[in-house]
């Protein structure tokens, strides 16, 4: 089959292109990005495509500016759009802490994903090839990486997709070469100082050499498997992810129960799905860590930077270490208020008789003072019950009301003394004994708490 046919049968299979869509196409200027760009405008017509090209100056090499005017160039011989952009590399790296490869990899993805946005492109085109695929199987590899790692590099995630996956760098160079496609070198790509290079002009010849040319076909096809394999289990495993675990305002909470009995490679697959929401590095060590925080006792956690993993009660609950955040409105009884707090609305006011059935009523004769506070816990907080005097921990430690919502519980407050604690979790609200409202009661404080569509 020829390259051109590969490219569109790609395209097809994969659904990476549909009539009249806006694409962006990364552009190095290497010969595998100046194949796919010619792929893609001998295309243009027949798919109706806006095409715009986006080239980053990773600002490593003398070259750079070359190879940046090289594509300006190009994009005007095929008259289509061109955008730059300069990013220090080098100074990326030492800011972030990354390799070389891995700061020049998020720059240009940031690029890219940032272009896309501004210009409502609905398809990010990259030139990874057959070998590009084989290599990341060996360098993930080579890192203990789980399944997904070993799945290398998709043909579709999101929206970007890769025309050129199943097409040999040989097979790209001689398309180039028929078709007199100019291209630029990039040297590094000979430089051993980079692990893909080891890979790619070291370990992969050899493999070759002992195991015949064809064996790159071979562990093509074997990473196609994985991969498949790979998909139907993230499948599965968003499936137990929506039974397993909830999303509690800012924490994340896996329901251990839910999940234990679970085959092993689903429940570290559901733990890494929650890790993602927090972008948070994933190693081996790491989940199964996490995994043994599943039989330790309540109050056990893990620390990874600002990553709280927490064991409470029979949850995990995945949190950011936060300043302590709390919450206080001054309420005055002589005036009306509203007041929101996350996604509650709470309408406060004194009144004369009860009027709505909904609200909640409080004996304000009780009340001396003119100001009280709706407001989260404080240290030394207290309620009155039936049974006596009880500090608001203690009643939390009763209720069996979890570590992660107490802060966010709010308190309608004289100093220390609660006079009712409103549980917007359960939307349960209990109230102090001694101002509950009497058969003589002539005065009310009328709370009316409704929740608002939205999470909180």
Known sequence: MELLEKVKSNIEKYGMLKKGFKVLIGCSGGVDSMVLLDCICRLKDEY????????????????????????IEMCKRYNIKCITRKVDVA???KEKGLSEEEAGRSARYSFFYEIAQELNIDRILLGHNKNDVVETFFLNLFRGSGMEGLASVPPVRDIIARP????????????AKVNNIPFVVDKTN??????RNIVRNEILPL??????????????????????????????????????VQKEDIYYVLNIEKTKNLPAFLRRRIIKMILEYFN???????LKEI??????????????????????????????????????????LDKEHQIFYKNFKFNIKTTHKIENQKSIYIDIQQIAENKIFLRTRRDGDFIYLKAGKKKLKDWF?????????????????????????????SNIVTINQKYKIKPDTRTFLEIEFTKMEGDG
């Open 48 to 71: 109706s495509l806006d095409i715009t090209v986006a080239h980053l100056n990773h600002m490593l090499r003398p070259e750079a500016d070359d190879d940046e005017k090289f594509v």
């Open 91 to 93: 100074k990326l790296k």
């Open 164 to 175: 050129l996956i199943n097409v040999s760098r040989e097979e790209i160079e001689e398309f």
């Open 190 to 195: 000979f430089s051993l100082k980079y692990k």
């Open 207 to 244: 493999i070759k050499e002992k195991f015949g040319e064809s064996v790159l076909n071979t562990i093509f096809r074997t990473v196609e498997i994985i991969r498949e394999e790979s998909d139907q289990i993230e499948e599965l495993a968003q499936k137990y992810f929506q039974e397993c």
């Open 280 to 286: 948070s590095a994933i190693s081996y060590d790491m």
């Open 291 to 332: 995994e043994d925080l599943f039989s330790l006792p309540s109050g056990k956690k893990k620390l990874y930077k600002d990553l709280v993993v927490e064991k409470q009660n029979d949850s995990l609950v995945f949190y950011r270490k936060a300043e302590e955040s709390s919450f206080c409105f001054e309420i005055c």
């Open 397 to 425: 430690i009763d209720k069996k009301i979890p570590k992660r919502w107490r802060d966010s519980i709010l308190l309608l407050a004289k100093d220390s003394e609660v006079i009712a604690i409103f549980d917007i979790y």
